[in-house]
């Protein structure tokens, strides 16, 4: 394990990245952990504490739809999936992610560009 | 799935969770033992990095967001675990809450009954009603022509109806029933908007003279006594003896429009000459009987309506008043105003006299309630220090202010729910009693009369309110302080108690105030009451029974009513233990009289002005009146003899022209109309009609001198009343089969007439005891829970050589500290208060010294006996065990 501090995630993009991992196939939340884990280089690291209550969440806001279904393991599995709600609470929420985030970075670097 | 399924289905999703958590952490040691790791190590590094199981859960319980209704399940079983293991505590608080409670919804059921419950008709919401004024004077009461007169003018109303209701017999003179009969005018039930359930309503053609006499019934009747048949519009009922048609049946849950007073059988107004002769005059301008209902035009607002009425009621006013009034009476009676107010819940006669007294008993019954409060306060304020050490406790380990909070409130709410269920039962039967002696106030025995106090959403949402408010009051306070118990207490209860106490002391400080309150008003009453009992009426009950009988009922003509009058006179007064017997067409104090207008010396009175009376001999012997002047009238004063009457004092004093009042002249005019009269005796002035009112001016006259009507019997019993009244109604009723007599003591009578005194002395008394009680028992709970908290404290004081006399003095003095700031503070808001009853008191001021000391020394000794016990115990503690208390 890296001993790097992992930075923490700001408050409601773990939501965002979880709508993210599901939109592309139906997972499990072991499954969810591990993409997460993969796709960021082990920067975003979720424990069973965080990311189960925001998965139940999410479906208990109808953006995630569960089932039950048989698995590699042989055990059942409960499989996540994006609902229609959930495509359209995803896009708005990246669309405003973006806009945030690239305003952030303007005006870091300007802040950059001052002090230099 | 809602929030609502997966509270239902926590046990499942409680399961799933714990699937899900568990495949995670078995996918997560398979993948670290294909990384190579032994199957333990793989265990303890999955363990490791998925942290606590149990918080995951629980993260993921919150994410359901039912946490708060599962919470409050958590907490009313709490709370009812923690009730139980205080089984005194609750039964104290839930008993003083239900009677609270109680008291309030009986209160409010009557209110409601009397003055917010709408009539279940139509037109309800747009109904009005009319009192008649002369000054301060009121009445609801008009003349059948002053009612037509209002109907014509259909610029103002669309519909005026007028309506009485009373006592009439259904059945066969063997097995006569009595039923709440309504005699209403042509345009009642269109007044109403009211329509047939089965055949036809009554119209204006049924009031008519001449037309037959038909009936209406009511739902109610229709189903007890005809069972619903089908066929029951068509049949007849005997009706006072008379064959009548059932036309019509009105729809469920009416019981006619007048409160207090239900009606089954509804006739018209003209059938009254059919089935009561002997109720001449009915619908003449002479007899205001009825009460008005109306519907006014749409176009108008209530202060068009009102300014409408004003010109058109002076003009009805000048129709209907007899041309024979003149001079300064008529000025008088054409002084008459008219106020329109809200008829919503149908016309009483009741709605007036009872207003007032109820808004009191309202403010009572809250006063009581108020105090119930405060004591389940002080208890739960006394428990909550007494739990100190388990609330700091729940604290230390991390329960919220606010989770503490909300499980006592919780806990307060249990409470009240509780003691409002027993409230509700005991506002059941209270308002059934209270029902029953309004009932009996109307005077018609063996009838199911009263008002009908079923519950409704009113009665419900206001208990639900009162329940609600309650919680609040008592329950907030006790348990802010409770939660807010610093964590240091954890050791140290002493000190709480101390701080708990001031707080304890001001709600008994509040408590005494309200109950000095409730004690002087009912000592008010208590003396109101008795100054009614002994007022000086001008007449002594004695042992006298009233027996009346309806003569007339059997056809006979004014004339042969004047033998059968003679004749039951001369058949009663041989009866044994008949001492002696007379007659009078009015008795005092049963409720009416009559009034007829005069010429007194060429000088016309008014309408109403004097009271007047047909009497036998010995009558006011029998009443014991006395007679001041002149003789009393003989059985010579008959119709051949010249034409007699006796006055009163007052008549006298007003009318007479000064100087020796006997062979002066008077003339009457109206419905007993008679020629000059010379006066041969002056009677002491006796109460007519009310108790509060002085004596009006009272002529009386020989019944044989003018036209016959029924009397009523007066008899001096000389044998006990029951005996004489069986042997009086064995003599008399042959002679009348077809109407039951009815026979009372005077006694009886005169009580009835304090109705409202003593209702008012009944209610008063009760929550005046109720409120000391209570007040009682929550200054003993104080001062218990005192004395066991400073025990260490008082234990050193006896150590240390005080005497347990000092000791017992000390606590009583804290007691009575309290009690007498509770009275100083009580005495300016009853004094303020005391506008609210001064219209319902007789013969005192509502600041009667005496009543206001007696109520101090009252509430002073109940402190001093309160706070007796505890005083004792503290002075007979042990001084060694003391000082290890704790």
Known sequence: MSTRAKPDLPQGTLDLLVLQVVALEPLHGYAIAQRLKQMSRDVVQVTQGTLYPALHRLENRGLLAAEWKSSDTGRDAKFYRLTRKGRTHLEVETANWERLTGAIATILNAAKGEAS | ?886
């Open chain 2, 1 to 886: 799935m809602t929030w609502l399924q997966r509270l239902v289905h926590r046990d499942r999703l409680d399961d799933q969770l714990d699937a899900e958590l568990r495949d995670h952490f078995e996918r997560l040691v398979a993948d670290l033992r294909a990384k190579g790791y032994d199957d333990a190590a793989a265990r303890r590094l999955a363990r490791l990095e998925c942290g606590g199981l149990d918080q995951a859960k629980e993260a993921c319980r919150d994410a359901r967001g039912t946490r708060w209704l599962e919470d409050t399940i958590q907490d009313v079983r709490y709370a009812v675990r923690g009730c139980r293991k205080a089984p005194a505590f609750t039964a104290v608080a839930v008993t003083t809450l239900a009677i609270g409670i109680g008291a309030n919804l009986t209160v409010f059921s009557v209110f409601d009954a009397l003055l917010l419950r709408p009539l279940p008709v139509p037109n309800a919401s747009r109904l009005v009603t009319f009192t008649r004024w002369i000054q301060n004077n009121s009445s609801e009461s008009f003349s059948y022509p002053q009612i037509r007169g209002l109907g014509e003018r259909t610029d103002l109303f669309e519909s005026v109806a007028g309506v009485s209701t009373d006592t009439m017999f259904v059945g066969p003179p063997e097995s006569l029933e009595p039923v709440g009969t309504s005699l209403v005018s042509g345009d009642y039930f269109e007044t109403l908007g009211l329509t047939p359930l089965a055949g036809r309503l009554l119209g204006p053609a049924d009031d008519r003279p001449g037309v037959p006499v038909v009936a209406v019934i009511s739902h109610r009747y229709w189903m007890q006594r005809f069972n619903g048949a089908a066929d029951t519009v068509g049949r007849t009922i005997r009706l006072e003896g008379q064959q009548v048609p059932v036309v019509g049946i009105t729809p469920p849950g009416f019981i006619g429009a007048t409160i207090g007073e239900p009606a089954d059988i509804t006739v018209a107004v003209h059938a009254n000459r059919v089935l009561r002769p002997e109720d001449g005059g009915d619908t003449t301008a002479d007899s205001r009987w009825l009460l008005a209902l109306a519907v006014p035009a749409r176009s108008l607002t209530r202060e068009q309506l009102q300014a409408g009425l004003d010109v058109a009621w002076r003009r009805v006013l000048e129709a209907t008043t007899p041309g024979r009034v003149t001079g300064e009476a008529r000025t008088r009676a054409l002084s008459m105003t008219l106020t329109v107010e809200r008829g919503i819940n149908g016309a009483s006669r009741l709605r007036a006299p009872m207003r007032r007294p109820i808004s009191v008993a309202l403010a009572l019954v809250t006063l009581v309630l108020l105090i119930a409060c405060v004591n389940v306060a002080n208890l739960l304020l006394a428990r909550g220090a007494s739990r100190g050490r388990e609330l700091a406790m729940r604290l230390a380990l991390g329960a919220g202010r606010g989770r503490i909070l909300r499980q006592l409130l919780v806990e307060s709410a249990l409470l009240a729910i509780a003691g409002t269920g027993i409230g509700v039962w005991i506002a059941w039967f209270g308002s059934g009693a209270v029902s029953d002696v309004m009932g009996a106030r109307m005077q018609v025995p063996d009838t199911a009369m009263g008002l009908e106090v079923a519950p409704n959403w009113r009665v419900c949402a206001t208990t639900a309110l009162v329940a609600g408010v309650t919680t609040v009051i008592f329950g907030l306070v006790p348990a802010w302080r409770a939660s807010g118990t610093p964590h240091g207490t954890l050791a140290n209860t002493g000190r709480i108690v101390e701080s708990h106490g001031r707080l304890a002391s001001s709600l008994i400080v509040a408590q005494v105030s309200l109950s000095l309150l409730l004690v002087i008003g009912a000592g008010l009453f208590m003396r109101s009451l008795h100054n009614l009992r002994t007022l000086d009426r001008g007449f002594a009950p004695g042992n006298v029974l009233l027996a009346s009988v309806n003569p007339e009922r059997a056809g006979l003509t004014p004339a042969q009513l004047l033998d059968f009058n003679r004749s039951v006179l001369r058949r009663v007064e041989a009866l044994p233990g008949v001492g002696a017997v007379s007659l009078g067409a009015i008795t005092p104090l049963q409720g009416g009289g009559m009034s007829q207008p005069m010429v007194v010396n060429g000088v016309s009175t008014g309408l109403s002005e004097i009271h007047f009376n047909l009497v036998a001999p010995r009558y006011f012997e029998i009443l014991g009146t006395p007679l001041l002047a002149g003789r009393d009238f003989t059985a010579g004063d008959d119709a051949a003899a010249p034409a007699a009457a006796i006055v009163n004092e007052t008549f006298v004093r007003r009318h007479l022209q000064p100087g020796n009042p006997l062979g002066q002249r008077v003339a009457m005019s109206g419905f007993f109309a008679k020629g000059e009269m010379g006066i041969v005796g002056v009677v002491k002035d006796a109460v007519y009609e009310s108790m509060r009112a002085a004596p009006p001016p009272t002529l009386y006259v020989p019944y044989l001198q003018t036209r016959g009507r029924p009397m009523h019997l007066v008899i001096d019993a000389r044998a006990p009343l029951h005996d004489v009244a069986a042997t009086v109604r064995a003599a008399v009723q042959p002679m009348v089969p077809a109407t039951p007599m009815r026979i009372r003591s005077f006694a009886a009578q005169i009580e009835s007439s304090l109705f409202q005194a003593r209702l008012m002395m009944s209610l008063t008394t009760i929550f005046g005891v109720l409120a000391l009680v209570l007040a009682v028992v929550g200054l003993y709970g104080l001062m218990s829970y005192t004395v066991a908290g400073r025990t260490r404290e008082i234990g050193v004081r006896l150590a240390l050589g005080a005497r347990p006399a000092r000791v017992q003095r000390m606590v009583l003095a804290q007691a009575l500290r309290m009690v007498v700031i509770g009275i100083a503070i009580g005495l300016p808001i009853a004094w303020l208060s005391s506008r609210l009853v001064r219209s319902l008191l007789f013969g005192l001021e509502p600041t009667d010294g005496l009543t206001i000391t007696a109520s101090v020394v009252i509430l002073l000794t109940a402190g001093i006996a309160a706070a007796a016990l505890p005083a004792r115990r503290a002075a007979t503690l042990n001084p060694v065990a003391a000082i290890h208390y704790e």
